[in-house]
């Protein structure tokens, strides 16, 4: 499904393109601090999601499995994957998942596999006013 929002909506999930609040929604979703201008928020956002990308590289290299516990929990945490009350092996398996579709081919848009992050935690588990938040100002 995201590929085919991917091929269908080609720009409007580029980092380039998103506004401020939309900026500020993702870094608070993702963990990051919100707090600067609209280029500090994109410079955050895009390094934050380099560094993912170097990530998912090593555990396609390694395998999802190779991961502890903890290790896993932290990578799906810093990916926006939900992991409290989730076993370990959905959490492997969706945390596979993010890395099959960031880095198959054509890749899925970092910015649109966060924004399906908010979507499926909502629908998994009894929404707080943060993810609300998120999913109203990304929307």
Known sequence: ??????????????????????????C?????SDIGGQSMLRRRLI???????LDDELIQREGVDSLSEELLRDAAEERGIRSQHVDTVKLRAELQEWVDLRL????IPPALLVFSQVFRNHTRAPATATTLEVAEKVV
Do not use: C, V
């Open 28 to 32: 608070r979703f993702l963990g990051l």
């Open 1 to 26: 499904m995201l590929r085919e929002i991917a091929a269908q909506y080609p720009t409007d999930f580029l980092i380039e393109q998103l506004s401020k609040e939309h900026l500020a929604a993702y």
């Open 47 to 53: 390094k934050h999601l380099d560094y993912l990308r």
């Open 104 to 107: 198959g081919k054509p890749a």
